[in-house]
């Protein structure tokens, strides 16, 4: 009976010990709770420095604060060991599209330490277009690390879309040219048509969704093939594909570079045309376009 009351109340303060150890740990220690604080100044510090009337805002009211990201502070803790920047994104699984870092040695106060950057980096502090940070300190040195995510977004409507892809294919058009260093007179210019871009949305919708790259798409279509199966019935028929462009006018600019792209954009056969694109963050290049040219089938 005494055994087993001594043995309970060993248990018993095994119990709350492990529990007392449990809680202390959970609680930030003052290094932790010091790191956190320093953060949270550099934040604010950074924050002031972009702000509307602060030193590194050049009169744009719409530079939001730097929002922290965890795999930007691994990023700088990499810096830290010798890395190079792009490197160290890369191993922090970070995507971005601009990226820079600012490094500072010496464990300097606040006060000085504004002065230093408004003095030295509101290039880097006052881009509007970096909107991450994260962040790392050694003994005597700061990294800083500001970003701008991968998120490709073609800010455009569906009808401007259209509208500007249509103007600039028929100025193209419009002009002889060389492809490939093939001769191609100017041709008449294309008319727009709502089938061949609900093609050309399918193939972009499914290259930006699984992440290739291709005019035969996973299921073993040809563009010929997927015309058909929107509905288009064709007497000719060709596609142009392009990747990474965020504009219609970067898309074109590309087309005509490539021969054989140039060739379909400059075809004297087609009299009908439809584009669009897909864009998805996770794939390789961001932004898919296809586009469809036809003539369609005399009526029967």
Same mark, same amino acid.
């Given at each position: ?7 309970a109340r060993t248990v018993l303060a095994v119990a709350i010990l492990l529990a007392a150890a449990a809680t202390a740990s959970a609680q930030p220690g ?18 002031? !420095? ?22 930007? +502070? ?6 830290? /060991?010798? #890395? ?12 971005? %599209?601009?990226?820079?870092?600012? %490094?500072?040695?010496?464990? &300097? ?7 230093? !950057? ?8 006052? +881009? ?7 962040? $790392? ?5 700061? $990294? ?37 260093? @093939? ?8 008319? $727009?048509?709502?089938? &061949? ?8 919708? +499914? ?20 015309? #058909? ?6 007497? #000719?028929? /060709? ?11 970067e898309a074109v600019a590309g087309w005509i570079r490539s021969p054989p792209h140039c060739a379909n954009l400059m075809g004297a056969a087609y009299t ?16 898919? $376009? %296809? ?8 009526? @029967?």
């Amino acid at each position: 009976m005494r055994r087993g009351v001594r043995a309970a109340r060993t248990v018993l303060a095994v119990a709350i010990l492990l529990a007392a150890a449990a809680t202390a740990s959970a609680q930030p220690g003052p290094a932790q709770a010091e790191a956190g604080a320093e953060t949270g100044e550099l934040l604010e510090l950074l924050a002031r !420095l972009r702000a509307p009337g602060g030193a590194c805002n050049a009169g744009n009211a719409q530079a939001a604060p730097f929002a922290p990201n965890a795999r930007l +502070d691994d990023a700088a803790a990499s810096m830290q /060991g010798g #890395a190079e920047l792009a490197a160290a994104l890369q191993a922090a699984g970070y995507r971005a %599209t601009r990226s820079q870092v600012i %490094t500072v040695g010496g464990a &300097l106060p606040t006060g000085r330490l504004s002065g230093l !950057l408004a003095q030295n980096f509101c290039a880097q502090i006052g +881009d509007v277009a970096l909107r991450e940070v994260g962040l $790392w300190r050694s003994v005597n040195r700061l $990294w800083i690390v500001l970003a701008a995510p991968f998120a490709p977004a073609v800010n455009l409507t569906r009808e401007q879309i259209a509208e500007q892809m249509l103007a600039l294919v028929n100025a193209a058009r419009a002009q002889a040219r060389e492809c490939g260093g @093939k001769p191609y007179p100017g041709v008449r210019p294309l008319r $727009w048509n709502e089938v &061949l871009e609900r093609a050309a949305l399918a193939h972009s919708r +499914d290259m930006a969704a699984h992440d290739y790259f291709s005019h035969t798409a996973r299921d073993g279509s040809t563009p010929a093939q997927r015309v #058909a199966r929107a509905g288009y019935r064709y007497r #000719a028929t /060709g596609e142009n594909i392009a990747a990474g462009q965020l504009t219609p006018a970067e898309a074109v600019a590309g087309w005509i570079r490539s021969p054989p792209h140039c060739a379909n954009l400059m075809g004297a056969a087609y009299t009908e045309m439809g584009v669009a694109h897909a864009a998805e963050a996770q794939s390789r290049m961001g932004v898919y $376009w %296809t586009q469809l040219f036809g003539a369609p089938a005399p009526a @029967k």
